[in-house]
């Protein structure tokens, strides 16, 4: 079980941890702060550097416990249980992602109808919504978007219990990512004030610390997927 680094500062790029688990080529440590790919998110790549060797960081992706975050290397000898190493995450990539994750919750917010699916690029990101035909176009959306960036909205979090979330579940906005529950808390992530958010929802990704940061944004494209299901593309502008 690693204690999540990025759950509690999202910023933070490197870090000392000790390895508690080898298996094949991908190791586990005590804390990380590197993501596991999850929520449409690909997870952190970067190195563990032990001693004066490297060690590159291919990704990071979950493992059977709630908790475990397994960091894939290219090559794991050398490398022992109870090392302490350090670790670092590829920033450049991971701040995109943090951008295009925040970005993600406010288009979230502008569209009307159920998230089916989400996947989350540091180029180009999609979301797929269960919804009506022409409920949406592009250059509203763009307007809409920009506009919410350009007035930098704080992001905040709150902890809540796996019971509050249950007994609230209009908190959960996506149908094929099940609520975070199991380990007895949950995170919400709040975009905007405390009265009137523009968006609440339990969520265990990495956000930019307000709107501002995310830059400016276009959608791309609109596509049918069936008879209600919306794919909507967005890029950096
Ligand atoms: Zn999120």
């Excluded at 790919?37 to 563990?48: K, N």
């Excluded at 609440?200 to 494209?221: A, M, N, R, W, Y």
Aim: proline share 3%; hydrophobic share 35%; net charge negative.
């Amino acid at each position: 079980m690693a204690q999540k680094i990025f759950l509690e500062n999202t910023y933070q790029k490197s870090f000392e941890a000790r390895i508690v688990e080898i298996r094949d080529e991908a190791v586990q440590l005590d804390k990380t702060a590197f993501y596991a790919t999850s929520g449409g998110q690909p997870g952190d790549t970067g190195f563990l550097k032990l001693a004066n060797k490297n060690y590159s960081v291919l990704g990071a992706k979950k493992g059977e416990g709630l908790e475990d975050v397994w960091h894939m290397l290219e090559d794991t000898s050398g490398l022992s249980v109870e090392d302490l190493v350090v670790g670092e995450i590829d920033w450049d990539v991971r701040h995109k992602h943090m951008r295009m994750h925040t970005l993600l919750h406010l288009l979230c917010s502008l569209v009307e109808g159920e998230v089916t699916g989400c996947q989350i690029g540091a180029d180009k990101s999609r979301v797929d919504f269960n919804m009506e035909a022409d409920a949406a176009n592009k250059e509203d959306l763009t307007t809409s978007l920009n506009k919410l960036i350009s007035e930098d909205h704080p992001v905040s979090y709150e902890w809540i219990t796996d019971e509050e979330l249950l007994s609230n579940p209009s908190l959960v906005r996506s149908m094929s990512v099940k609520p975070p529950v199991g380990t007895g808390r949950v995170r919400l992530v709040r975009i905007g004030d405390k009265d009137k958010p523009i968006d609440l929802q339990p969520c265990g990704g990495t956000h930019v610390k307000s709107t501002g940061e995310i830059g400016i944004v276009e959608i791309v494209k609109i596509e049918n997927k069936g008879k209600q299901n919306r794919r909507i593309s967005v890029v950096f502008a």
